[in-house]
Nanobody, 121 residues
Framework: QVQQVESGGGLVQAGGSLRLSCAVSGRTFAMGWFRQAPGKEREIVAA????????VYADSVKGRFTISRDNVKKTLYLQMNSLKPEDTARYYC?????????????????WGQGTQVTVSS
């Protein structure tokens, strides 16, 4: 079983940046970042293949967020720039059990506890 621990969340002003990290134990495959705001469903933010060669982003974060990974350090990252108040949510790191990326929750088998990101206007 893969376990993930997210870090890097916090309070930031609109226009600011944060870098989320997800430390992974166990064997890793494709991974993704999801987020859930109060009263809303959990949604995909970005996903990446095992090799890091392919990525996908939600339209709402394209051009502002960058997903990356370091398989030696077994860490997944999410660089978030030009943050907006609507980016406020709890961000979750998730892992698949295959190398191909995916964008729906049900395709991920292991989840972290999440890290809170709050963007003030």
């Amino acid at each position: 079983q893969v376990q993930q621990v997210e870090s890097g969340g916090g309070l930031v002003q609109a226009g600011g940046s944060l870098r989320l990290s997800c430390a992974v134990s166990g064997r890793t495959f494709a991974m993704g970042w999801f987020r859930q705001a109060p009263g809303k469903e959990r949604e995909i933010v970005a996903a990446i293949t095992w090799s890091g060669g392919n990525t996908v982003y939600a339209d709402s974060v394209k051009g502002r967020f960058t997903i990356s990974r370091d398989n030696v350090k077994k860490t997944l990252y999410l660089q978030m720039n030009s943050l907006k108040p609507e980016d406020t949510a709890r961000y979750y790191c998730a892992a698949r059990n295959t190398v191909a990326l995916a964008i729906t929750q049900r395709e991920y088998v292991d989840w972290g506890q999440g890290t809170q990101v709050t963007v003030s206007s």
